[in-house]
């Protein structure tokens, strides 16, 4: 008879797992990325592309390059062996422009669908917008603006209003299609790219709002932007440019782009580096015309798209900054139930101090509660800059910059404490206003107090709550809680309150 130990780990290997992989069949690249589950906090695991080329003759030869059509089904068989061994559960295939226009597309699809074993959505046009958009959705908090997803093959545009989603368009303008109508002549390239957006109706809705750029080659803009203007974070997901910024920056990348002269251009693959001219030319010509306020750069497009459509309407309109927040709580806390008690505590805190808050700004006070015990586990010594470095730089979205520089910051402060010699890096404080750092510090040393009385124990902290005398602040326990107010406690009570501007005090039975 078989061990106990034996009947569970066969069990374990019949579970099925939810894992989920999409294989993306770009006109550039071919992709494979694993999620770690179908939710609205998306994880990748594993994430693997190839540069193949397949549209760089369609426009010209009706054709996909047969050398690019052999690696790109080599790349196949090695993601359909990945997915064997690392045992997913579901894997979705998609192709886009190149495969669609080509007419040995079909052809190649049949192909690739016996590599792959499972069909290959070749998609539309305005399908591919919408999943585009639908990863917006999926990655941005409330996105208000115009989708912009440009691929090797093409260009699709569409209106995003929160989760209200227009009918899209897509134009042949991705950077292979714009080099091979062009013969690689910017300026036949300039004449393709005027004369299709200068009068583009879906542009002109554009005026003043956002315009989210999706696509690996407007990344590696993103990319050389950071690199030049030293900002503090490499997170390409949710990096904003103004845009009279950004049109300046895609003149003059598209210029030196051209002439070879593109300082940083080492950071870009480079199957990639011809296609920086015309991209940027792409987005010069979108700000002309549409005229959006701010550019903003998502990593979140057609793949994490088409996993948001398969969630219930329910699971959708989750917050995805909140989403991965509960996550890592339940991942990293010592009592993940102790987060719900701090937001209800700082509820009452705010409440009774007389804190004024907006919407957003109670959101990432709740997103900090749910972060708040993500550090413990490293040494006390680092548990500020550790946990600073995993917010600013973790791996979701529905989050701003700002908004990630500020969780950190306040998450920062509860570990790391309030004297100015721990103060958070200048780098990461110079992202948020001077209101928000304070705001982050007011947040951090409310942590401080809860956790220096609960030890991150659940259904303690209600045994606490405040009352005003004054122009004090009190924080009072219960006859079951009596003990549990120290000295310690009532030093950083008083420092709390001292950020509020108020003396603080506690009262006890």
Same mark, same amino acid.
């Given at each position: 008879m078989a061990p106990a130990f034996v009947h569970d780990q066969r069990r374990a290997a019949r579970k099925p797992s939810k894992s989920i992989a999409v294989i993306d069949i770009g006109s550039n690249s071919v992709r494979l990325v694993v999620y770690e589950d179908k939710t609205r906090n998306l994880a990748p695991v594993f994430n693997e592309k190839t540069l193949c080329g397949l549209g760089r003759e369609v426009q010209s030869t009706g054709l996909l390059a047969a050398d690019a059509v052999e690696k790109a089904l080599a790349s196949l068989k090695r993601f359909k062996a990945l997915c064997k061994i690392m045992k997913v559960g579901e894997v979705h295939a998609i192709a886009t422009a190149a495969c669609r226009d080509a007419t040995n597309g079909p052809d190649?699809?049949?192909?690739?669908?016996? $590599?792959?074993?499972?069909?290959?959505? $070749?998609l539309s046009g305005a399908r591919e917008a919408k999943l585009s958009a639908l990863g917006v959705a999926s990655g941005v908090y409330k996105p208000n603006g115009i989708v912009g997803d440009l691929g090797g093959g093409s260009l699709e545009l569409i209106d995003v209003r929160g989760h209200r989603i227009s009918r899209g368009v897509t134009l042949p303008l991705g950077g292979l299609a714009l080099q091979d109508a062009s013969q690689k002549s910017l300026k036949k390239a300039d004449k393709i790219v005027s004369t299709a957006l200068t009068a583009l109706p879906a542009l002109k809705a554009g005026r003043? +709002?956002?315009?989210?750029?999706?696509?690996?080659?407007? +990344?590696?803009?993103?990319? $050389?932007?950071?690199?030049?203007?030293?900002?503090?974070?490499?997170?390409?997901?949710?990096?904003?440019? *103004?845009?009279? %910024?950004?049109?300046?920056?895609?003149?003059?990348?598209? +210029?030196?782009?051209?002439?070879?002269?593109?300082?940083?251009?080492?950071?870009?693959?480079?199957?990639?580096?011809?296609?920086?001219?015309?991209?940027?030319?792409?987005?010069?010509?979108?700000?002309?015309?549409?005229?959006?306020?701010?550019?903003?750069?998502?990593?979140?497009?057609?793949?994490?798209?088409?996993l948001y459509e398969m969630l219930p309407e329910k699971e959708q309109h989750k917050d995805g900054l909140i989403a991965t927040a509960q996550t890592l709580n339940a991942l990293r806390s010592r009592s993940p139930r102790h987060? %719900?008690?701090? $937001?209800?505590?700082? %509820?009452?805190?705010?409440?009774?101090?007389?804190?004024?808050?907006?919407d957003d700004e109670k959101r990432l006070r709740h997103a900090a509660c749910w972060l708040s015990d993500?550090?413990?586990?490293?040494?006390?010594?680092?548990?500020?800059?550790?946990?600073?470095?995993?917010?600013?730089n973790?791996?979701?979205?529905?989050?701003?910059?700002?908004?990630?520089?500020?969780?950190?910051?306040?998450?920062?402060?509860?570990?790391?404490?309030?004297?100015?010699?721990?103060?958070?890096?200048?780098?990461?404080?110079?992202?948020? *206003? *001077?209101?928000?750092?304070?705001?982050?510090?007011?947040?951090?040393?409310?942590?401080?107090?809860?956790f220096m009385i609960s030890a991150a124990q659940r259904s303690v902290l209600s045994h606490t709550h405040f009352r005003n005398q004054g122009r004090k602040l009190i924080l009072v326990f219960d006859k079951r809680a009596a003990d549990l107010a120290a000295d310690r406690v009532t030093s950083r009570f008083k420092q709390l309150g001292r950020l509020m501007g108020r003396s603080g005090a506690i009262l006890k039975p």
């Open positions: 190649f699809i049949a192909r690739a669908e016996r $590599i792959c074993g499972c069909s290959i959505e $070749i003043g +709002r956002t315009f989210y750029a999706v696509g690996g080659t407007w +990344r590696a803009l993103a990319r $050389i932007h950071i690199i030049q203007s030293g900002y503090p974070l490499r997170v390409m997901h949710g990096y904003s440019i *103004p845009a009279a %910024d950004a049109l300046d920056f895609a003149q003059r990348l598209r +210029r030196l782009a051209a002439s070879n002269t593109l300082a940083d251009i080492e950071t870009v693959a480079d199957a990639r580096r011809p296609l920086l001219a015309y991209a940027a030319l792409v987005l010069e010509y979108i700000i002309r015309v549409a005229k959006p306020k701010t550019i903003v750069f998502s990593t979140y497009g057609v793949r994490e798209g088409l987060a %719900d008690d701090l $937001i209800v505590w700082t %509820d009452k805190l705010f409440r009774v101090a007389g804190l004024r808050e907006t993500a550090g413990w586990r490293a040494h006390p010594d680092y548990r500020g800059e550790q946990t600073l470095n995993l917010i600013t973790g791996n979701f979205g529905a989050v701003t910059h700002e908004g990630r520089a500020f969780l950190a910051l306040a998450i920062y402060y509860r570990y790391a404490g309030l004297n100015t010699e721990n103060e958070a890096p200048e780098v990461v404080r110079a992202l948020v *206003p *001077p209101a928000m750092v304070d705001r982050a510090r007011l947040i951090g040393a409310a942590f401080r107090v809860a």
